[in-house]
């Protein structure tokens, strides 16, 4: 059991967690304290945030380059056909399902630095293999352990929700996420300069080379988060005085987490009957799809309008920079007014009508901006729903349940749908079961906010509950915590 600190003048006074959590799960603090955590805010955001970040950002870019890869040339290098390239690509979410769950259900017990260092070298080191690659089969295979490795790190946002309050998480997720679409860009604009500047450069092809400056940059950044990556808040060792380490535990627990928590294996299954579950698993799927097929193919996409190899890697750019400018500033707004099933369900529209343009249009411009406008709706979408999960899961064991199995879900739907991406440059079957999909997010959105309100309706008046229980933890009630509201 850990210990805080509560600061009173000079005198230092140990208090035990459940003594500070047993209070209420929101703890009155002095105004010197709302100052220290003002600072601490600050103090997370330079340190924490920034790390996070480069991860999902190479992530991103690892998950990806398989686009700027096959054009610059890997799949006519490796023999594949258009639907065995299919197979190569959707096989790394097999990697995916099987070690999401394991990341999010065990970030507690062996620390995020661990866990997310060594998932990252591990996909860094295994993405170097593709220089060796000879076959599409071989070239499948290290996909597959690159999910494995990539899946191992995406409790990111489970991590997240330990340091950020419901108010502030989503903006910071979107800092985070952002970096997927700016992964796009770096990839285009890498794969630009190498298939620009290396195209005849022993030992290896461009997109060898590709696969080789990132995978070295993954392994290396691996190491770092080893080193530099705070663990959760109630466990802070270096770097962080006494004061800081009393405020992170109860900023934790204003965030609606419970210090200490840990996974309780009985909890597992009452988790999957939460009513909203349903809806934030077939949101994340629906978007994980469109998401799959656009950055996976984009590229071969872009190429079809006309451009060549080189030049369609450069045009990805403003693509991705548009889905980035979203992913920063709706998340913003969904934070500031507390609303997430709205900006979610209007967001899908954004996408529904892009891409209705790619799949319809001839004329290359239409596609393009169809492109643009798809992008430009899908991107947000993952960190307002992923926060809106946070937010309204306070039980630990629920959280990290939820936001793993959902994404087990949404990537094991992709495996499927992506074997649809066969018919270039138009690639119109694909696109057209990815409309489908993303047409029913708006239903599925405007569902979990109706039945939020309706929940939120029928709690009783604080005053009506016994002291009692509103002294009980989060994590012994839930959802059912007369405190605590649904987000809708």
């Not at 009173?8 to 967690?17: E, I, M, R, W």
């Not at 604080?462 to 809708?488: A, M, Q, Y």
Request: aromatic content about 12%; overall charge positive.
């Amino acid at each position: 059991m850990g210990d805080v600190h509560d600061v009173k003048d000079d005198t230092v006074v140990v208090q035990k967690f459940e003594d500070i959590s047993s209070s209420t799960i929101r703890p009155e603090i002095s105004e010197r304290d709302k100052n220290l955590a003002r600072r601490l805010l600050w103090k997370v955001d330079l340190w924490v945030l920034p790390i996070l970040t480069v991860l999902y950002l190479i992530t991103a870019m690892d998950r990806s380059d398989i686009g700027n890869a096959q054009v610059a040339g890997m799949q006519k290098a490796i023999g594949a056909s258009a639907s065995e390239w299919a197979k190569v690509v959707s096989l790394f979410y097999i990697g995916f399902i099987v070690s999401q769950p394991f990341g999010s259900l065990f970030l507690r017990k062996l620390t995020p630095p661990v866990l997310f260092g060594l998932g990252v070298t591990l996909w860094g080191a295994v993405m170097i293999c593709f220089i060796e690659v000879k076959t599409w089969p071989q070239a499948a295979a290290i996909r597959i352990l690159i999910g494995v490795g990539e899946g191992i790190t995406h409790s990111t946002g489970l991590y997240l929700s330990l340091w950020y309050m419901p108010k502030e998480l989503a903006f910071r997720g979107s800092i985070i996420y952002s970096t997927a679409s700016l992964a796009g860009a770096f990839n285009g604009l890498i794969a630009y300069a190498i298939t620009k500047d290396y195209s005849n450069k022993p030992p290896w092809s461009p997109w060898q080379w590709l696969f080789f400056v990132e995978g070295l940059l993954s392994t290396c950044f691996g190491l770092v988060i080893l080193v530099f990556l705070p663990p959760v808040p109630e466990k802070l060792k270096w770097g962080w005085t006494p004061e800081e380490k009393r405020m992170a535990v109860i900023r934790t627990q204003w965030a609606n987490n419970t210090p200490g928590s840990k996974i309780r294996w009985k909890e597992v299954i009452p988790a999957f009957k939460s009513p909203m579950f349903i809806s934030w698993t077939y949101i994340l799927a629906a978007n994980q799809i469109a998401l799959a097929g656009l950055s996976n193919f984009m590229p071969s996409i872009i190429k079809g309008m006309g451009y060549s190899s080189v030049r369609a890697q450069l045009m990805s750019v403003p693509i991705y920079a548009a889905a980035f400018v979203s992913t920063l500033s709706v998340p913003y707004v969904s934070d500031r007014l507390s609303l997430r099933g709205p900006f979610v369900a209007g967001l899908s529209c954004f996408s529904i009508v892009g891409l209705i343009m790619l799949i319809v249009s001839h004329h290359n411009p239409t596609r393009y901006a169809g492109a643009i406008l798809s992008a430009t709706g899908l991107y947000p979408i993952v960190t307002i729903n992923l926060t809106w999960i946070a937010t309204n899961t306070p039980n630990f064991t629920h959280r990290a349940t939820i936001s793993a199995f959902v994404n087990v879900f949404a990537q094991a739907i992709s495996v499927g749908v992506l074997q649809a991406f066969t018919d270039p440059p138009f690639y119109k079957k694909g696109l057209t079961i990815v409309l489908c999909f993303v047409a029913l997010i708006p239903i599925a959105a405007l569902s979990a906010s109706w039945y939020a309100r309706r929940f939120n309706a029928q709690k009783p008046a604080l005053d009506t509950v016994p002291v009692e229980e509103r002294r009980k933890t989060l994590e012994e009630l839930g959802v059912n915590h007369p405190e605590f509201f649904l987000e809708l």
